[in-house]
């Protein structure tokens, strides 16, 4: 019985520790599409404005950008975290504990 609690128990934590990343995850997509939203906001914004590109408008969507990556860094380290694994500075992507480059943009870890 005392066995059977303890795997109960293990099930359960498992179970809300994959909870918990899918939760990140979906933030981490959120942030993403925030993301290239933005980059889709400047070439459209450089596009119309052609003939007089206002620098602060730009520099504007470009701290926006910067505040997502810097809260995808922290999903991403979360995950990382989570599942055991880290998070690569550069592009986020999700790798395993002992690795030493990442496997998306090639960064060394
Ligand atoms: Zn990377």
Redesign the pocket.
Known sequence: MERFIEFKNEVVKFCENKFEISKKEYELRKHENQVKNLYQRIGEYVYRNRSGIEEPKLVEIINLINEDNTKMFEISKEIGRLSGSKA?P??N?IVGQTATF?C??G?KL
């Open positions: 690569c550069v592009c992507k990442c998306k943009c960064s």
